[in-house]
């Protein structure tokens, strides 16, 4: 989320996309209405008199408008599922977010995906590619198997307008959207460090796989503040076979991969690296990188290696990572604990 709105040009507001209102719009519904009512005060056409102010209002508009959507949708209930077979399914959820898809519902010790039949053909893709991850050996399977969905899933059936995969997870883990906007919309320097190594680790993984999961994001993964570790457990209808056609990408990949390569369509590891960069950034505070430095956001070290382009080797990225950044940003590796729970992001019983 931006903090200093007053000073942000015409240009900066126009280039925030439509589907990412948190980068204008985050925190609480306050939150939202005051910043929501600065800008309008400096835009709104009847007190801004510059030519372009009242195109500048209307997206200012939209943002906020989405935004008070994804807020008002997102809190608790219980999803109640028909499924064709007959079978009835009940899902006592703590936040619901939409995503281009369908819905994604994040419960207790589930996540439930209820995604719109037209795209039957990426949850079918999905569901090979989790069920064909593989190991080299018991104690690669020990240490990645933990942070990718289990198969077979807890649940996997359709309803009269639906495919609904729900996924197993531990109840610490978080989904890193809820953790950012729980926090003000900026994590400590040294939280970010353990989520972008534990995302790296991840991406080796990927390159082991012959995978590119295409979708890493603020939306797909979660994080377990006592583990220090990342679950990737959303996005997976976008993975592919590195070196394979991509059938469709989300909004944020388009926006953050290599254009050469999502030009050519084509899964690459790089776009996985990238996209650790952005949420690295994100959860700084950024996305855009812009302004991590001006801000003082993070060490130094650290902004320059979020905001440089991805090699095509997770290794080196994961090396030079380790042992150059996170050692010019903090000096000898500390515990930095995070202590969050369920119950903190959630105001309701997490059962």
């Known amino acids: 989320m931006v903090?200093?709105?007053?000073?942000?040009?015409?240009?900066?507001?126009?280039?925030?996309?439509?589907?990412?209102?948190?980068?204008?719009?985050g925190g609480s519904a306050d939150d939202i209405k005051k910043a929501f009512r600065l800008l309008a005060m400096k835009w709104h056409p009847d007190r801004n008199s510059e030519a372009g102010a009242h195109r500048v209002f209307q997206h200012i508009k939209c943002l906020y408008e989405k935004s008070a959507e994804r807020l008002e949708a997102r809190g608790g209930g219980v999803l109640q599922l028909a499924a064709v077979d007959g079978k009835h399914y009940e899902i006592n959820y703590l936040r619901c977010h939409r995503f281009e898809l369908g819905?994604?519902?994040?419960?207790?010790?589930?996540?439930a995906f209820a995604i719109d039949l037209a795209?039957?053909?990426?949850?079918?893709?999905?569901?090979?590619?989790?069920?064909?991850l593989d190991y080299a050996?018991?104690?690669m399977r020990q240490q990645i198997a933990p942070h990718l969905p289990a198969c077979p899933f807890a649940g996997a059936f359709?309803?009269?307008?639906?495919?609904?995969?729900?996924?197993?997870?531990?109840?610490?883990?978080?989904?890193?959207?809820?953790?950012?906007?729980?926090?003000?919309?900026?994590?400590d320097p040294r939280h970010v460090a353990w989520v972008v190594s534990s995302l790296l680790n991840l991406c080796c993984y990927f390159q082991h796989a012959g995978i590119a999961h295409n979708a890493l994001s603020l939306d797909t993964c979660f994080l377990s503040p006592p583990d220090h570790s990342v679950a990737v457990l959303g996005g997976w209808w976008y993975a592919a076979r590195l070196g394979e056609r991509m059938t469709a990408a989300p909004a944020s990949t388009i926006e953050w991969a290599p254009h050469g390569l999502l030009d050519r369509k084509r899964a690459d590891i790089r776009t996985d690296l990238e996209l650790v960069r952005a949420i690295g950034r994100a959860l700084l505070g950024d996305i855009g990188g812009s302004r991590l430095e001006r801000d003082g956001a993070a060490p130094q070290a650290m902004i320059d290696w979020l905001r440089l382009p991805a090699s095509s080797s997770p290794i080196d990225e994961y090396r030079t990572w380790r042992t150059q950044v996170l050692h010019d940003s903090f000096g000898a590796r500390r515990f930095a604990e995070l202590p969050l729970t369920q119950s903190d992001i959630y105001a309701v019983d997490p059962r």
């Open 3 to 25: 903090n200093d709105l007053s000073n942000l040009s015409a240009a900066s507001l126009l280039a925030i996309p439509e589907h990412s209102p948190e980068r204008l719009f």
């Open 137 to 139: 050996d018991d104690r």
């Open 103 to 111: 819905a994604m519902y994040v419960a207790g010790t589930v996540a």
């Open 158 to 187: 359709r309803t009269a307008d639906a495919w609904v995969i729900v996924m197993r997870k531990t109840p610490d883990l978080l989904l890193l959207r809820d953790v950012l906007e729980h926090l003000g919309g900026r994590l």
């Open 119 to 132: 795209h039957a053909d990426l949850v079918e893709a999905a569901e090979r590619t989790i069920r064909n």
